[in-house]
């Protein structure tokens, strides 16, 4: 389905929208939707995020899930959110503080409140606040009642009592009916942000056309709650944000894990070699297996494994077969499979490992997120173990780095580890499909090794400039030989102890993996080349620190930002780069991983804003930040 | 819901990959010094491997040993075909993702029985469940050799090793007992001196479709000399160990005059020319059911004769085998146009 | 050399630690909220824990409940005892751990078919065949709950779930034929919805000494709602299950009219009334073999009755048993004189 | 069995022996014993190392064994050797070059000879020089025949046959007459270096009792071996290193390993609770479960567990249950144990992993040493996951830092991490016995607690001073509680996913890891205060180090040299220390891990002097780099 979605045009402050009241138009605008795990506010907040691509904003959404395993109904561990920004500007994060927030129960209003911003508007479901679930949420007393709320504006809806009501004749069960309240919330923002139901609609017949009843329950809601909006007497709710200028072209919803598995499809079409991915399921990574079990007709084998050390097992006999061999986990599971990875960094094979982090240690938050696993990767394996760690800067980008991932890891022959996280796993952004026959075809080495003579064979024999390996995978006639975990002897491959051979192949490993930066892009900088203040990020951190370091210059500090999805080796200009300024500033949500390295590489007095509280970093207080080192 | 898919009957075949020309045993030897102690068992079973791959005449470049870590794991460097000598326990992991990926291959796992049982026993377990095509030889010595002799998961329970010096404190497991609950197509057992015995059961093990086990008992002369002698010993073999063939009566003895029939509470001996000889089993190990394979699996000597051969070989797809079925029924099914999956379900154009 | 110190007959009893207060089932509940999906069989398998715990009368504090990871796993946080979730799969071992350095501890170890069949796969046989004296609940749903559906290592071939979008392609695991190639000294079957049942087989479980396995068939009514349904729905359970009882004949069906004997090939269902009746099995669950407890724990639907009940309960001296025992010997026979230790076998003064 | 060894006595040049020769004397001395793993060096150096400790010199051993396989007999990869040095000085190596080569096969001698110091005394098995050994060696010609070896002193000795005759008419079997040869070797050394005899013939009285003919070929042997050494008609081959001036008092032999299963023991009885030792058997840590499961008397719970994962599963366990959990590995094993470690760092229990690092990646080189894991046993956990970390300098310090670990661990509540090497477990030295009832009590606080009032409990309360979480093991009436590996509210240790909790416990596990630097002592330098030059160490590095240091300062270089025994935290002066210096030289068997940590902490410009051959560092080539930069 592909709709065409009407450019930015103009800008008013004022004009009039269909239903007749005034409409208000602003740059951005935050939604945050909050309800039980069984509200259903993720569905309502993806179909909301549908409206405006089509609508023609730029956005980014936040889901945030609670734990993994169901809370009780209405109580505050069972609260479930979702949150979306949008603007007529290109915007790089959902958002610091909503302007709106839904809140579908007493719960989700204990738990959110704090984050809308003063003034901002709320939605809430007085239906819901009961006496039994005031108590879940440890209210003393109703605060719809006692001017708690005064600070806001405020739309109180019976929204389960109105759903059910539209949907009254339809004969659902209860449960059903009331299951249709989302519906009706969605309707009530739509009017308030003057989206479209159409792609909606479109949704729900293509989802529930098989049971009518429900489609239609869900149709009805969906315009009772719209048409409630019509009624709302509070000014200035009615508002409209103006599409915004993005780069022409055909574009998508995209989450991280989605881009990940595009990638992975698309570098098994790119290498011409059918993809493995070996995966035990674990929280944020468990989505990609899932999605990629469904993709067989691409020639994909799923492998779910017994566990993540037999995942990466299985995904090693895949490399070594010469395949893509994949493997995808969370830290945990990176502490597992780190024996084994050590081993495809002895052996020197083309290995690809997705770490979508989370928050730790041990089982710690499964569903938030953290930038902790980049010592991890870099260093939890036993011996002198080197090896390539990129890491992702949005969810669109997942798709190209894995790309870059693959051709690292078969020109190199190497073990590549490619750094997500829960935030970019989940959050969703529009994304310009990319053009697959644009894309450059990824060389597999081993393709020309084949047809060498064979007497010119030497497993361990490397390029001299890539310093990669002779892999030949099995199947080649008189290229027989074995490989292994000991260490080998330099060019034959046989295994050998000798202090020499040690010295020479743990400096060969090493160099190898240096050598990569000669085969990257350069750091660019944004902003000015030298200077008073750099700030230096990585990762999913990219939107919000982008943001941030906007913001401050608006307030008036020219401050230049680099953005590294190169962890290891670095880029070869970084050393210069960080020397270049007075101050470099390390934001990260983790307390200090990237930091430790440029501080030890480049011995820069690199400082840190550190938040370790499982939910990305805050653009609005890093931006305090940003402007308080800039002034100092 | 419950979809069975059964693989198309061309996927479901034991393809052994042969060579062009004639091959002997040495052709499957390779040029690396053998590293073993003199007199350990690994050699024979080396030999037997050579002999029984030049028998079948497999093509070398097509062949993969796999192993882990162990006096036993040193097994690939001495074959002239390709390998890896892994980490300690995971080589079934390796074997699988290999296989699934490269159905071409002939992929065979060696591994010890602390390597196996001990901390590769959840992998072993799993392997055999899934019936992945890969052929996984146990050279049972009842000890960790390659670390210096500390007892291991088949170590009777009370012997004194490194590590337990005044017994250890731990029941063995029974391998083949593990391999059937682990629903295991293919299970055999065979040991180092009985040259014949082994060639024969590797032979055996490579032609079936699907995962084999296979026990080799195997002695270790330098940490637990004469483990099976009692048994094993030429003396003794003919009156001690049941040779088990497939559609034969379960016989055994010198003369063949002892069999094996089911009692209502398991197996017993009866005297093959005494009033139950009637009642003496012939042995299918075709049987779906793993039951009276579990009661071979549990004869042990000194009350029972120790059982040798194929115990279990039943006839099942490889995950291989569905894998690629479901593939193919997916290409044909679906579209697998790489520009529209990037598509996504929907999208929108900016202009 | 095998050693056998046969552990002081003292050292080999079951000791319970009863509380000195009468505890009713309110008392082993925590004041944590329960955090399971509405329906799910968890809630019950918590109240029935809690009334056998009170049945027994266990001091509180000497209960420790280690888990791993999933939604059964959060089992300890709702006991009003000492508890451990730990990490996916290793509750074995924490347990072990625990239990040998604090025998007058009572540890019961709470686990998932994933946790316990699929990553912890090779603690759960090591725990078993050493008979460390814990108590292993694994709460069988077929499915992985808490990551939301996967298949896991008991769900059936075919089988389409989230990971499995067009079936599964591997065949499952039975974890009570697991268990008994373990050897497993306790091995039993219980399930959610029988309350009865259920509190008994814990019961028996808890006064076991030694290592004690327990299936609970639990539903996920989530993710794999009715797994179990076909034969423990109310309405069917007499036709389709088996319930054990040492000593009993193998009776089953609404008036008791079928039973089970054995065959050449395993076990069948003969009437009771006809006249094959003389040959229905007594259930001996002490017997040493585990040869008929085998062919009971194969039985499946719909062929067969579903056993439920305690398929095997032995006497052996736990790996404590043997620990303590050695301890104790030793100190008798050796001097335990640090000073000593600390100059080893030789010294030389210095002037 | 203890002796009394004569004091130093002065020194002479000459003296003269009772065997009527001149003897030479020097202030130390450094012979290799090189053979085939079947020849027994093991065996006979560890008889030199005794009777050379009775007769009162320093000493400090090196074995170096093949790889863990056999090797066919006379290979090059078999070979086995054995290296004492011994002195009159306090002597910190083995010594680099070896004074006196003994090599019974060809195989030893090419593997051995590059060794050895130029004009050194080669003792040669003459015998053992057959075509098909020199082949094995790849020897193109005999190297006794072609003068290859004209730069040495030589002593070829029929070992073989003389041993055979020897012990002709005790009715041995050829080869058990041939494995005497060790023997026969052993005391033609021991008359070269005037060593008494008594020490061996009491230990071949106790080992072979029970075997009286194999005991008097060995005795034959040795005897003849001296004898032969008479005949000797190389000049100055008979030399006498003087007794050194140790402290006063009673000494042992003692390895790495050894002090290892001492030291556990021994924290055992100060804190007064069992050891549990969960371990699974890997090279070079095998030792310790072996040796302790033969003190079963001492109440030594050992634990051969399946695999590393359930090892420290085990060792957490008995932690948990109050005991004294230990476990204790190599650097693969660290690797598996890495997700289990992680759940002891969230549920902060006190836990005490060993660390005998091996050459890495991967299976890498079993046999051989490195320092390679520092970064591992830091980082390679997922989430922010701080622990202590500790290395022990010397064999026999090996003890004293077990105490020290365990010491923190309780008093932290924390797991803490020893590192030993390959090199500390199987090296030798003269060890003061310590006096069991000098040493202090280690406390275990909550033995304390669960006197407390129950109302007054909060498991992840904390003691102020050290933020110590109030631990009380199961048992306790009245303190039941859950722990886990989910994030812990604060003080309660209920289940919690909120930011700021999140944030806090983060904060709260750096900081209690931090303060152990309050409980520890300072780093000491040794040498100048301040000035152009410090050389810092970590670990098994220790001896060569300060060798090193030494020998520069006697060719006139000021220069300071400080040792770290606490790796995490930081002795709390070490920020101070290093910035004290112009320059700051990080000698390592490694590529640069604790200098890693020192320029990313102080942003100080540390240099490395690396060697990653699987060997200790030779203290002759870093003498030389710590000349060079101190001359630059
Ligand atoms: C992760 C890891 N743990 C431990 C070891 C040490 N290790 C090597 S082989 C082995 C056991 C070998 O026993 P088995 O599998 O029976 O083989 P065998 O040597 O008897 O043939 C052990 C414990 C290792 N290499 N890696
Ligand atoms: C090392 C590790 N890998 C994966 C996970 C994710 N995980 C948590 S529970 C679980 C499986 C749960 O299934 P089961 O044991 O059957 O328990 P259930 O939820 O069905 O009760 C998985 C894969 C994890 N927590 N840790
Ligand atoms: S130690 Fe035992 S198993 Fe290993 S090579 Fe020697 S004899 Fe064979
Ligand atoms: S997901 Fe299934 S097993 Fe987990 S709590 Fe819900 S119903 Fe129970
Ligand atoms: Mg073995
Ligand atoms: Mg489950």
Known sequence: MTTTSPQANGSGNTATASGGAAIQERDRVTVRFAGDSGDGMQLAGNRFADATAVFGNDFSTLPDFPAEIRAPAGSLAGVSSFQISFSKHQIFTPGDEPDTLVAMNPAALKSHLAALTKGGLLVVNEDAFTSGNLKKANYPSNPLADGSLDDFRIIKAPITTAAIAAVEDLGLTTQNAERTKNFFALGLVYWLYDRDLEPTLDWIEQRFGRLPNIAEANRRALFAGHAYGETTEIADAHVRVPPAVLTPGEYRTITGNQALVLGLITASHLTDLELFYGSYPITPASDVLVELAALREFGVRTFQAEDEISAIGTAIGAAYGGGLGVTGTSGPGIALKSEALNLAVMTELPLLVLDVQRSGPSTGMPTKTEQTDLLQVMFGRNGESPLCVLAAKSPGDCFYMVLEAVRIAFQFVTPVVLLSDTYLANTAEPWPVPDINQLDKIDVPYRKLEHIDPEDFQPYARDPETLARMFVPPGTKGFEHRIGGLEKSDISGDVAYSPENHQRMTDLRGEKIRRIANFMPELEVDGPDSGDMLVLSWGSTYGAVFTAVNDAREAGHEIAHAHLQYLNPFPRNLGDIVSRYNKVLIPEANTGQLRMLIRANFLVDAQGYNEVTGQPLSARLLTEAIIKMASE | ?351
């Open chain 2, 1 to 351: 819901m419950v979809l069975h898919t059964p693989p198309s009957p061309e996927l479901v075949e034991n393809i052994i990959p042969i060579a062009d020309e004639d091959l002997s045993r040495k052709d499957y030897a390779s040029d690396v010094d053998t590293r073993w102690c003199p007199g350990c068992g690994d050699y024979s079973i080396l030999a037997q491997m050579q002999r029984s791959l030049s028998n079948i005449n497999v093509a070398p470049e097509k062949m993969v040993f796999v192993s882990g870590i162990g006096c036993s794991s040193r097994f690939p460097y001495y074959m002239n075909t390709y390998g890896m000598h892994s980490i300690h326990g995971r080589a079934p992991t390796i074997a699988s993702g290999l296989k699934l990926s490269r159905p071409d291959l002939q992929v065979f796992v060696i591994t010890g029985d602390g390597d196996a049982l001990s901390i590769g026993g959840n992998h072993l377990l799993h392997v055999l469940r899934r019936n992945v095509d890969v052929k996984i030889f146990l050279f049972n010595n009842r000890i960790y050799g390659l670390t210096k002799g500390q007892y291991s998961p088949t170590s009777e329970l009370g012997k004194v090793t490194k590590s337990s010096p005044v017994g250890t404190t731990e029941r063995p497991l029974n391998p083949l007992s593990v391999a059937l609950a682990s629903e295991a197509t293919f299970v055999a057992r065979s040991y180092d001196t009985d040259p014949q015995h082994l060639q024969t059961t590797i032979e055996q093990a490579a032609r079936h479709h699907g995962a084999a086990f296979v026990e080799i008992l195997q002695n270790c002369n330098i940490f637990n000399d004469r483990a099976f002698a009692d048994y094993t010993d030429r003396e003794v073999r003919d009156e001690r160990l049941l040779y088990l063939e497939h559609g034969q009566q379960m016989l055994f003895g010198e003369n063949q005059d002892k069999g094996l029939a089911v009692s209502a509470t398991g197996l017993r001996v009866v005297d093959a020319h005494g009033p139950d000889a009637g009642l003496i089993l012939h042995h299918d190990a075709t049987r779906p059911s793993p039951d009276v394979h579990q009661l071979l699996a549990r004869c042990n000597y000194p009350e029972m004769p120790v059982p040798m051969g194929v115990i279990r070989q039943v006839t099942a797809p490889t995950y291989g085998d569905y894998l690629d079925g479901q593939i193919e029924v997916q290409k044909f099914k679906n579209r697998h146009d790489i520009a529209q999956l990037l598509k996504g379900r929907s999208t929108w154009q900016v202009e």
